[in-house]
């Protein structure tokens, strides 16, 4: 029994530093942020955007579309696992301009802290903060792909 305890607990330590999955940006404007679908490819790791959500002040989702412009848009690509926290030598395209940037990223339980920069050290840069979407948004949406 104890093993079995061991092994989900474990389990859902790894489930929570995943980077694969849904995560929403955290930017505060209007009201609405992206979902982005973060996915393995070959040896690398990518994030499309996937949905736009309006939210409220405390970034929980009110509704959220499929309908947009920038869906599918290609928000981060290349990062490289450095260990089971830590992903670098990632790009970061705005898509207002598609202008790419140099990013890595650093998990820390449901965040995403995503550190974007003009130089490939971060020195020049900013950070942002995105939040896992977990499965009570699933259950309270009802939609099996988000």
């Known amino acids: 029994m104890r093993i079995i305890i061991l092994f989900m607990i ?22 609405k942020e992206a979902i982005v679908l ?32 920038i869906i599918d848009f290609e928000l981060v690509k290349d990062f490289q696992k450095v260990d089971d926290v830590t992903y670098k030598k990632g790009r970061i395209i705005d898509p207002k301009n598609s202008r790419e940037y140099y990013a890595s990223v650093k998990l820390e339980g449901n965040k ?23 499965k009570e948004y699933i259950k309270k949406y009802g939609d099996e792909k988000l």
């Open 10 to 31: 474990v389990g859902n330590m790894l489930f929570a530093n995943s980077i694969l999955g849904y995560w929403m940006t955290q930017e505060g404007k209007n009201g």
């Open 38 to 69: 973060i996915e393995k490819e070959k040896n690398t790791y990518i994030g499309k955007i996937k949905y736009i959500a309006t939210v409220d002040k405390n970034f929980n989702i009110i509704s959220y579309t499929n309908k947009d412009e």
């Open 112 to 134: 995403f802290i995503l550190r974007g920069s003009l130089d490939p050290h971060g020195i020049l840069g900013a950070k942002r903060v995105w939040k896992k979407i977990d």
